[in-house]
């Protein structure tokens, strides 16, 4: 056999055995293609794109633990709360498209309500927002300079806050803003609404606004006025202003009298009072407020006759996302005849955000 013949029938041979094993091989299945989450900047930190959808969703919340002690009480109160929050976004040719869902419930001490799930839930496309939060009177949908009380510690003094059903309208434009809101709350017994409206702007040293409620049941009349000024000297905060409510009882929109005796429905004709928050350090932070509060006269049917507010707060975050919050409030109320009772209270709290 020659060198030609043998090197023929070597590569023939490798022809038929590589033929042999392609037969046999295994080929491999293309990947799926996989969507992975895009992050969404169009509405700020945190959100993402849902996959598949142009809608971007934001979840946040915190779990915290609380120890309130209270003058003339026996004991401690503990509170564990959570919550979580559902914030979902798009842009559509008749504005943004919004749906919120705050989820939330406490276990322990006075306000444990374990069967609470949902606390908020609202829907907004433009400026139009309906569904279940705080009263307009108390906090606008969507954020305003005077949102709450005066005071900026968590309890926030006294300032009306509730919880309604409402459907309203918001306009922004530029640093102004104004809101008209229905509400419906647990008095509204007939086809009437109550009625908000809302006036405020912003500017690069604070801000300004004022709340009108009239609540339809009573037929009272609430006005709240708050002035915010950034200082910047110190990179502080100071809110001031008050209230005004025009009839005695069980109002909508009025301030209850802080100490009030179990089972009163009386609340202050007027209110006034001052707020400041500053940063100690990078990490710690101080808060101190105090309040004012005039009952009614007793040809008007009042008992109280004036009250005090002071509240302030510590708060330390070591680390991003984790929160020690120190707080107090002390209250004194004097009746039309003399009388005075002092209330004290405060709490420790630690929260973890996320």
Partial sequence: MNIKSLLIGSAAALVAVSGARAADAIVAAEPEPVEYVRVCDAFGTGFFYI????????????????????KGTNGYQQNTRTRVNFDARSETELGTLRGYIR?????????????????????????????????????LWGGGVGNWGIISTDNGGVYGYHQVQQIG???DAGAWYAALVLEHDAN??????????????TQGWGGAAVHLGYDETAK??????????????????????GFYNNKVGNTAYGLPMPGRAAGSTETANWSAG??????????????????????????????????????GALSWTPVTNFNVRLEGHWGQQKTIAGVKTNTADGFVWVRRSF
């Avoid at 006075?110 to 829907?123: E, R």
């Avoid at 808060?287 to 507010?309: I, M, P, R, W």
Wanted: proline share 1%.
């Fill in 169 to 171: 309208y918001r306009y």
């Fill in 188 to 201: 509204n017994t007939n086809w009437t609404p109550d009625v908000v409206g809302i006036l405020g702007f």
């Fill in 51 to 70: 996959p598949g959808t142009e809608t971007c969703l934001k979840i946040d919340g915190y779990v915290r633990f609380r120890v309130t002690a209270t």
């Fill in 220 to 241: 009272a009349v609430g006005v709240k006025g708050i002035v915010q000024l950034d200082v910047a000297a110190t990179g502080g905060t100071l809110r001031v202003g």
């Fill in 274 to 311: 001052i707020g400041y928050t500053q940063s100690l350090t990078d990490t710690l932070g101080m808060e101190v407020g105090y309040q004012y509060l005039d009952g009614f006269s007793a040809a008007k049917g009042g008992t109280v006759k004036h009250a005090h507010v002071l509240e």
């Fill in 103 to 139: 989820m939330q419930s406490n276990s322990g001490g006075a306000n444990a309500d374990v069967a609470q799930v949902t606390d908020q839930a609202m829907i907004q496309l433009g400026g139009l927002f309906m569904g279940y939060t705080e009263s307009a009177f108390a906090a």
